[in-house]
């Protein structure tokens, strides 16, 4: 644990589950509560029940909040609704990913910038720094949320009770004020686990009595608390990047197979444009593919990829998945790499563990 941890307004709630808690990003976080596969298995069966109160909430306002945003991030911001959300990046002038982050757009001069939480200060920092010369502010308001998730395909059913929402309503990457267990929220639907589901922004004072509601509410749907292990495997099952491991400074979205959201076609000038622009130009000078042993051994980050017994490429991310019952990665591989043929392979520990080339995301709960 970190000298001086920070833990989040549900961490006495964790303590009574028996979580075991670890040090993530400075915060203490429950790593697991009890199986990670079953956490998993629940979230993808039923439903999981997450405490994200460690991620960053950055307020960013003003007659040219919108304006602002389109010069400080890649997404075209303005181009948002009230009510509505978008997953975009904040990137250096090179083009190097600082991280990928999801804002909402609140009113029409008032969006919520939502950051990692081992990046929230980098984020805040360099929208600080963006901000002169526009009429807007930037203000960090991490301390004011608490952020609950319930995920799964009885999520509906399980918040339905106890929301003034309609969840039918509520529209894939969208947030809008409701109350939830007799208590004023932002009811977000975005996600990072590969299910439907909702995030939950609540008054840190009132986040225990909200997870407590959506808890009871959820045992009779197989709910389960779920902690970081169960959402890292979710996520790559989901092909979901993983900021440090698919994403950093030395990469692009280009590289990380996210050149979608850098939006080129928006008017004005942007950090990191010139840049991007070269990059979509040449094309990405490596590529995110997707792998799945065929063996049990298991590949790891910064392990090797081979192709026809030549090093092609690196894992990014990579772990047994419960759902297909077989070790998975992401990995990074050079561009100019033959994808259509050859024998693809991880080298583990010394030896090469076949493999063969999939398409991402592993998991799709519409296929």
Known sequence: MPADPRTTPLHEVHKR????????????????????????????????????SHMGEIHVAGPQAAEFLDYALVGYLSKVTVGRARYTMITDADGGVLDDIIVYRLAEDDYLVVANAANSSTVLAALADRVTGFEATVE??????????????????????????????????????????????????????GEDGFEIFADPGDAARVWEALTESGAAHGLRPAGLSARDTLRLEAGMPLYGN???TDITPFEAGLGRVVKLEKPGDFVGRAALAARAESGPRRVLVGLRGRGRRVPRQGHTVLRDGVPVGTVTSGAPSPTLGAPIAMASVD?????????????????????DLVELPFYDRNR
């Open 246 to 248: 698919e994403l950093s």
């Open 335 to 355: 561009a100019a790499t033959d994808l259509t043929s050859g024998a693809f392979a991880v080298d583990v520990r010394g030896r090469a563990e076949d493999a």
């Open 17 to 52: 589950l028996g979580a075991n808690l670890v040090d993530f990003a400075g915060w203490v976080m429950p790593l697991r509560y009890g199986s990670e596969t079953t956490e998993h298995q629940a979230v993808r069966e039923t439903a999981g029940l997450f405490d994200l």
């Open 140 to 193: 960090d308001r991490s301390a004011d949320y608490a952020l609950i998730a319930v995920q799964g395909p009885k999520a509906v059913d399980i918040l339905a009770p106890l929301t003034d929402a309609d969840l039918a309503a509520i529209k894939y990457y969208a947030g809008y004020s409701h109350t939830v267990a007799g208590c004023a929220v932002l009811l977000a639907r975005t996600g990072y686990t």
